[in-house]
């Protein structure tokens, strides 16, 4: 694979500790389709994309990039790239169609063949166990506003456990439980799409439950390298107003501090705490759960990727509801500069400090980046060619601003690229392309576009050093 590096000094002048590891990162609904196959059941995402007005011109995940089929020629393409390492998740409802209960093996065979085959080629797999894709089986018995679903999530732990943990080391129990919680119940912007505030606060809670009744089964079943993965964003107030601090520090709390802090304290912050009160939408806490859910873990996944600025005042006619709970008065300004086709900026000092942040508030705990990457308008070009100029910025400049905090002490063991592969971007469809390697809907022709060569580049300067 040639060099197509637009910025070979940066490349080269990035230089990582010896066992450091390159991976990238996909999703079960958004790279699989199949979703009628060898007996899945029905996911909230099924039911939420083939709902009018949800999702981007009605985008669904049915068919997506065929990753359920074509998975032999996708781990090749990561062999291609030089991943060690590759991060998955696994489908509840193609395990449990019913959420509970009945096993189906055809499903559980799909990942001992995917996992089999990443072994084959020498790529490590690290296994997600929820990437929002809940069994619509449990959604209708209330989701994750049932107590009941944290319990029923510990169960297909262990079962998947007892499915792959002769093969799979790296244990992650859920994707991002702020955007299951809040984008899914409080904005409704995602899967099962519920507005209330309740309902938000309850999901909060049962993930995080959930994640620590999980955790414990996984452990009896001698699971050693545990973690669950975080999405960041650094908030900051457009003034020091005190109410533009207020609302700064807020947003923070539900987006940052109410996932990462009772993980690594086993308390929610009081502040937060006071916040869903006063907003009617108490955390419903049970004796116990908070041991539960901040018994140790091995490692901490981190996803980022922008900051935000926002100022307290009355959101605008027109701007999309609020995320988070009790936040109508919070409106979050456009980012300046560049902006990625989502419509967010790129910070790559603010990963660095964010970084930091993470390293004093867990200290001990090894971070594992588990997604970073930016979505922009690619086109194949006329030599066959995908030059996404600006990924490869991107890229380049968040692995510096990864090894700016790693040079400050910061203890950071590996990065996943967000996405191997272009894939369906949830409300977003398939306009959202993140891939290193591009995919054509039509056909199903993966390239590899010039991100995923200067990744490769990377990766080879790593190893030969
Ligand atoms: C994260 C999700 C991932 C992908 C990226 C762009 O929030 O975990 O599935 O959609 O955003």
Redesign the pocket.
């Known amino acids: 694979m040639s060099s197509t590096d637009s910025r070979p000094e940066l490349a080269a002048g990035l230089t990582f500790p010896p066992g450091f590891f390159f991976g990238a990162a996909t999703?079960a609904y958004?790279i699989e389709g199949a979703v009628d196959v060898d007996g899945r059941g029905p996911s909230i995402w099924d039911t939420f994309s083939h709902t009018p007005g949800r999702t981007f011109q009605g985008h669904t995940g049915d068919v997506a990039v065929e990753h359920y089929t074509r998975y032999p020629e996708d781990v090749a393409l990561m062999k291609e790239l030089g991943l060690s390492a590759y991060r998955f998740s696994v489908s509840w409802p193609r395990v449990l169609p019913e959420g509970a209960g009945r096993v189906e093996q055809r499903g559980l065979d799909f990942y001992r063949r995917l996992v089999d085959e990443l072994l084959e080629q020498g790529i490590d797999p690290w296994l997600t166990l929820y990437?929002?894709d809940l069994p619509q089986a449990l959604q209708d018995r209330g989701g994750w506003t049932s107590r009941d679903t944290s319990a029923r999530f510990a169960d297909y732990a262990g079962i998947v456990h007892d499915a792959l943990g002769d093969r799979v080391r790296h244990w992650s129990t859920l994707?991002?439980p702020m955007?299951s919680a809040l984008l899914g119940h409080q904005s409704g912007a995602h899967a099962p799409g519920v507005r209330d505030a309740v309902s938000a606060s309850r999901a909060v809670h049962h993930l995080l439950l959930g994640h620590g009744l999980a955790a414990g089964v996984l452990r009896e079943r001698g699971v050693d390298h545990l973690g669950i993965?975080l999405?960041f964003t650094p908030m900051s107030p457009a003034s020091d107003r005190p109410e533009d601090v207020d609302a700064a520090r807020r947003l923070d709390g539900q987006q940052n501090r109410m996932f990462l802090v009772p993980l690594v304290t086993g308390a929610y912050p009081e502040d937060v705490v006071a916040d869903l009160a006063a907003a009617g939408a108490p955390l419903p806490v049970e004796d116990g759960d908070l041991e539960v859910i901040g018994a140790p873990l091995d490692w901490l996944g981190v996803?980022y990727?922008f900051e935000e600025t926002v100022r307290a005042g009355a959101r605008p006619e027109g701007m999309p509801p609020t995320s988070f709970i009790g936040g109508e008065d919070v409106v979050e300004l456009d980012p300046e500069g560049v902006t990625t086709t989502?419509g967010w900026g790129v910070s790559p000092e603010a990963f660095t400090r964010l970084l930091c942040w993470i390293g004093e508030q867990a200290p001990g705990l090894p971070l594992v980046i588990t997604?970073n990457?930016s979505?922009w308008e690619d086109e194949v070009s006329a030599d066959g060619a995908v030059h996404d100029a600006q990924r490869v910025d991107f890229l380049l400049r968040h692995l510096a601003a990864l090894r700016t905090a790693m040079a400050d002490g910061v203890d950071v063991r590996g990065y996943f690229a967000?996405?191997l592969l272009d894939n369906y971007?949830?409300a977003r469809g398939y306009a959202?392309r993140?891939g290193l390697v591009h995919v054509d809907y039509e056909t199903q022709r993966r390239t590899v576009k010039d991100s995923g060569r200067v990744y490769a580049d990377v990766i080879r300067h790593h190893r030969e050093r």
């Open positions: 999703a958004q990437h929002w994707n991002e955007v993965t999405n996803n990727y989502m997604e990457g979505a967000w996405s971007e949830w959202q993140f």
